[in-house]
């Protein structure tokens, strides 16, 4: 038995001896490195670029669009963003020209001799800007994207409230922070252009480097090295570093290794978007709620890159778990002149969340309901339908992380206990957040991606899983191969894993969207399914056994062994030649989506989560320490327990980093906090001690039932943090992260409301 | 500049500008590339090496100030090929996900045990606080340093 069980990672000894090579540890014969020169202005055009004449440009090779042999975009899904930018600029460090050198400080020093004369433009900063449409930056709104998603009659709705409440919500920019910065290798050859780097993704870059080279599937080799984090910061942009790379490669015709330095990361590449976030609740005095209307703004930043998916995900995930008959979710991805955001884990999802949730904690405070028996009355449970339509057949867990969440927490009898003792110069909150994540891509995605994958059994009677997914630390490599030993009936030491090369791999889709383990895992179980009926047959004929097993590696009827997983093979690759059996995705019965009217099963199924933050608030400082996190999350069957409450754990502490850490400092469309010493992510002491409970509701059409896990630990840490606060200060923020500069304008603005409230007690 | 040093174990040789960083000299000059960039202003920890007994980031040090140093790598660790008590920790407790704030938090843990041979969860989390990590939580690494130093 190999699902369940905690066994060792496959790349661990690699990881753990330094032995692993990520892109920056690789070098090649004659390799040259590469510069991006970048726009320092927002908006506007290019007037002039200037060469220094005292700088000898013999020794560099410079390349820009006009020696792009394809078209000047980066594929995606608007193909909208140029490579290079031409003539016109829509943000800043939007990439303009590449250096390559011998080395990394002569490109530097060459990239100091390249002026660049502007002709500037009043930019687009904010989603207010935009949206007032004073000045038109994209189409004829600068709208890149909208949804309407209704469902039952939200005015009839508001007319059944005995109260309605309204609450504004404001969501960050956050940075991916992988530690691993952005790189990538090209190697150009005869008629082939080679990437190896740091991605999430090898069929994207394939994609664009084909596009953006004119080649054909087998001339455009892309693989994933060893990748020091993702966390979606490696979904779209490698194709775009990428690129580069391969573009001074192709001009130069040698190897060019592009590393980005900390810097240049966190103020080029896409962050998570930024939102404003308007709930209008219909509530009955019994906590039911009845109407439920909810405006989405998303920042999509300079061009239309995945905007359009993520506000998508945010705009299903808006309502939260909770049954409304009566919904309007309008949303909208608007476009500024600020560097385009992207994935990053939870993809919308967040974002939404931090927003219904301190809605549900308004709505409590209000009518002077319990915030837990709020969530009770409402959630959503087996049976009950979302927003878009769907009905919740299986695997619904949101009683079951409810309930082990505040048992474990023993969060009611904390609460009781802390409102009686809170009037010293430190405080103590606790608070409770409920959410739920759509696994797999949203809607008709996956039925459209057919995502593929294979199994190859070799003639040394090993099994190696042939799939374009990427280990990006999650685990991907372990669970596969445990997937397969346990659905073909061999060892976990004898699975093992392919590289990530588009040569030899499959499109398996991205990595991305909670889909590796839910979606491809599926694939993967289902080829490996394959392989095995092919053994069984072959051995069926050869010792007239029809009711053959392969149990442990050995082929086994009536009680008695065949033979072994290696000699079958064996016999089998000698008389038929290789053996290699592949499978594709397809949606379970019954799911289905329709994109007109945005209504049906935006996702498969469900993961479920709740989560109960402790915090500290020092009054004197206003600094928020969170001092314990409990959650329960449903992820269906665990294949790998351990590792899932890696994810959880690595999740829930970026959630945390986004409530109360995590800020990016703007000055016209520019990061200005674009290092490790003033953007600043929980260290150590930062983190909380945890308690995670895994809650396996299987799921039927998942692997051996299991279901998402990777961006569900995002969602629910910052508002739990931010119920806490409240419930230490009586504080309510509508804003994150919640800083010590915010909570104390907060509290003074309380205590002023309140003094006006009673000018006697002052 | 010729500098003599020991590293792992072996004394070596190398000859480079005495303002090279010891990152580069270990990464280029060594082959030794188990230590890593992260930022490149020692804030992550991701390129910390043991000089002399201390954790330094090799990002910050001038190769010139090596000279008859003692310097260990994550590639120090192992021997023979097989993982020291510690990497065996990290690998069963989930304590390595993406793989790349390792070698730099094997390396704080080496020396917070070699000095403290039975920290407190507080104190290990004190001992890693320069090291960052985005992917664990660090609850998975606390709970192998915290193993290691019972299994001694």
Redesign the interface.
């Known amino acids: 038995m190999a699902v369940g069980q ?1 066994v ?2 496959k ?12 892109v ?2 690789i070098t090649l014969e004659g390799m040259l490195f590469g510069k991006t020169v970048r726009s320092r202005i927002p908006r506007g055009r290019i007037k002039a670029i200037n060469f220094d004449p005292d700088y000898d440009w013999s020794r560099v090779v410079i390349a820009d669009y006009r020696d792009i042999p394809g078209e000047n975009y980066v594929a995606l899904i608007e193909n909208d963003q140029p490579l290079l930018a031409e003539t016109e600029i829509r943000h800043c460090e939007e990439p303009i020209l590449l250096i390559a050198a011998e080395s990394k400080h002569e490109a530097e020093i060459a990239a100091r001799h390249v002026t660049i004369e502007y002709e500037e433009a009043r930019p687009l900063l904010t989603m207010e800007e935009a949206l007032s449409c004073e000045d038109i930056i994209y189409g004829s709104d600068n709208i890149f994207k909208s949804f309407l998603i209704a469902r039952g009659d939200v005015d009839e709705g508001f007319r059944q409230a005995d109260h309605i409440i309204t609450g504004e919500y404001r969501v960050p920019h956050q940075e ?6 952005q790189g990538m290798i090209a190697i150009p050859g005869e008629d082939s252009l080679t990437l190896m780097g740091s991605m999430q993704c090898p069929y994207y870059v394939h994609k664009s480097i084909k596009q953006l080279f004119n080649l054909s599937d087998e001339q455009a080799i892309v693989i994933q090295t ?6 979606g910061g490696k979904e779209e942009y490698p194709s775009v570093i990428a690129a580069h790379a391969a573009l001074l490669a192709h001009k130069a015709r040698r190897p060019v290794k592009m590393i980005y ?2 810097a240049e990361d966190i103020a080029a590449t896409p962050k998570r978007h930024p939102g404003i976030i308007r709930h209008r609740t219909g509530v009955r005095s019994d906590g039911r709620l009845v109407a439920n209307e909810i405006d989405i703004v998303f920042d999509g930043g300079a061009y239309a890159t995945l905007s359009s998916v993520v506000l998508s995900r945010g705009a299903i995930h808006s309502p939260g778990p909770y049954r409304c008959d009566n919904i309007r979710v309008t949303a909208r991805a608007v476009a500024t002149n600020t560097p385009p955001n992207g994935a990053f884990r939870g993809f919308g999802a967040p974002q939404v969340t931090f927003a219904y949730e301190m809605q549900m904690e308004k709505i409590a405070a209000e009518l002077g309901l319990d915030p837990l028996e709020l969530r009770r009355v409402n959630m959503l449970r087996e049976g009950d339908v979302t927003a878009t339509g769907q009905r919740l057949n299986w695997s619904v867990g949101s009683e079951d992380v409810l309930s082990a969440t505040v048992e474990n927490s023993g969060y009611v009898e904390k609460r009781r206990k802390i409102s009686q003792y809170n009037n010293g110069p430190k405080r103590r909150g606790i608070g409770l957040s409920f959410f739920f994540h759509g696994a797999g891509f949203t809607g008709s995605g996956e039925a459209k991606m057919k995502a593929e994958a294979g199994l190859e059994i070799t003639p040394e009677g090993r099994a190696r899983v042939l799939t374009g997914s990427t280990e ?4 991907t490599r372990t669970i596969f191969c445990q997937i397969v030993a346990e659905e073909l009936g061999v060892g976990y030491d004898d699975v093992e894993i392919e590289e990530p090369d588009t040569s030899r791999v499959p499109d398996s889709g991205p990595t991305v969207a909670s889909r590796t383990c839910m979606i491809v895992g599926r694939v993967v179980q289902f080829a490996a399914r394959e392989a095995k009926e092919i053994l069984l047959r072959f051995v069926a004929e050869r010792f007239g056994e029809a009711d053959a097993q392969l149990i442990d590696g050995w082929f086994i009827a009536g009680g008695k062994r065949l033979a072994s997983f290696g000699e079958i093979v064996r016999e089998y690759i000698k008389l038929y030649g290789e053996l290699r059996a592949f499978a594709r995705y397809a949606n379970p019965p019954g799911v289905e989506w329709d994109d007109d009217t945005y209504t049906g099963d935006a996702y498969p199924v469900f993961s479920y989560g709740a989560e109960v933050a402790e915090v500290e608030v020092d009054m004197d400082t206003y600094e928020v320490t969170t001092l314990k996190i409990i959650t329960a999350q449903d992820i269906g069957r665990a294949i790998h327990p ?2 899932a ?2 994810q959880i ?6 959630a945390v980093g986004y409530g109360l850490l995590e800020e990016l400092v703007w000055e016209r469309g520019r990061v200005v906090n674009n ?3 003033n953007y600043i ?1 929980p ?3 930062d ?1 909380p ?2 308690e995670t409970i895994i809650i396996e509701k299987e799921y039927p059409h998942g692997p051996f039932g299991a279901k998402g896990v990777g961006e569900l630990p995002m969602d629910g840490a910052a508002p739990a943090i931010a119920a806490a606060i409240f419930n230490a200060t009586g504080a309510f923020m509508h804003e994150i992260p919640i800083t010590p500069e915010r909570l104390m304008t907060a509290i003074e603005n309380m205590s002023a409301t309140r003094a006006i409230d009673n000018p006697d007690r002052q | 500049m010729k500098i003599n040093f020991e590293i792992n174990g072996v004394v070596r040789e190398i000859d480079a500008p005495p303002m090279k960083r010891l990152l580069d000299v270990l ?1 280029e000059d060594l082959c ?10 020692g ?2 920890g ?1 390129c910390s090496v043991i000089v002399d007994g201390e954790v330094i980031n090799s990002c910050l040090a001038p190769i010139c100030q090596l000279q008859g140093a003692n310097v260990l ?3 120090g ?2 021997r023979d090929g097989r ?1 020291d008590p510690l ?1 065996q920790a ?5 304590a ?8 730099g938090m ?1 390396i704080s843990a080496r020396s917070l045990l070699d000095v403290n041979p039975r920290p407190t969860r507080e104190e ?3 001992a ?15 709970d192998a340093i915290e193993r290691t130093a019972t299994d001694l």
Do not use: H, W
């Open positions: 905690n060792l990672r790349e661990g000894f690699e990881k753990l001896t330094g032995a692993a090579r990520y920056d540890d991916q922070l992988y530690i691993e910065t060893t990748t020091g984090g993702g966390f330095d900390r990006i630390g999650q685990g351990l590792m409450a890696g754990e690595g999740g829930t502490l970026q290092r490790l010493t992510i260290t150590s002491l983190a001690e945890m | 990464r030794l590339t188990g230590a890593k960039e992260g930022c490149g202003e804030e992550c991701a790598t994550v590639e660790l192992s993982l990497q990290f690998l069963e407790c989930g390595a996900q993406c793989g790349i704030c390792t070698p094997l290990i989390r004190a890693i606080a320069g090291n960052l990590c985005r992917c664990t939580g660090y609850i998975k690494i606390i």
